[in-house]
Nanobody, 115 residues
Framework: QVQLVESGGGLVQTGGSLRLSCAAS????????LAWYRRAPGKQRELVAV???????NYADSVKGRFTISRDTAKNTMYLQMNVLKPEDTAVYYC?????????WGQGSQVTVSS
């Protein structure tokens, strides 16, 4: 069973940057989509960014132009680069991998942006 382990969360000042990592414990074959979700306090889970197998990406309007989803296949790792962070970005962030033979969730990583 492949596990996704997230890291890189923490406390950052408004306007700062943070990069979340999501490392798979093993290779995942047949990936169809990579995504990052977040759940802010008192709110429902929100899709933040998605990358499909062809490389196309989509972002929530609230993060467009500030966040970038990427992957490093050699390291079995996906990333969410977050720039110009705002207090509204404060949330628990979850990585997600969809593949032909299964789907996987990270454990969540707290990101707190101080105002």
């Amino acid at each position: 069973q492949v596990q996704l382990v997230e890291s890189g969360g923490g406390l950052v000042q408004t306007g700062g940057s943070l990069r979340l990592s999501c490392a798979a414990s093993g290779s995942i074959f047949g990936i169809t989509a990579l995504a990052w979700y977040r759940r802010a306090p008192g709110k429902q889970r929100e899709l933040v960014a998605v990358m499909r197998s062809g490389g196309s990406t989509n972002y929530a309007d609230s993060v467009k132009g500030r966040f970038t989803i990427s992957r490093d296949t050699a390291k079995n790792t996906m990333y969410l680069q977050m720039n110009v962070l705002k207090p509204e970005d404060t949330a628990v962030y979850y990585c997600f991998v969809e593949a032909r033979y299964g789907s996987y969730w990270g454990q969540g990583s707290q990101v707190t942006v101080s105002s």
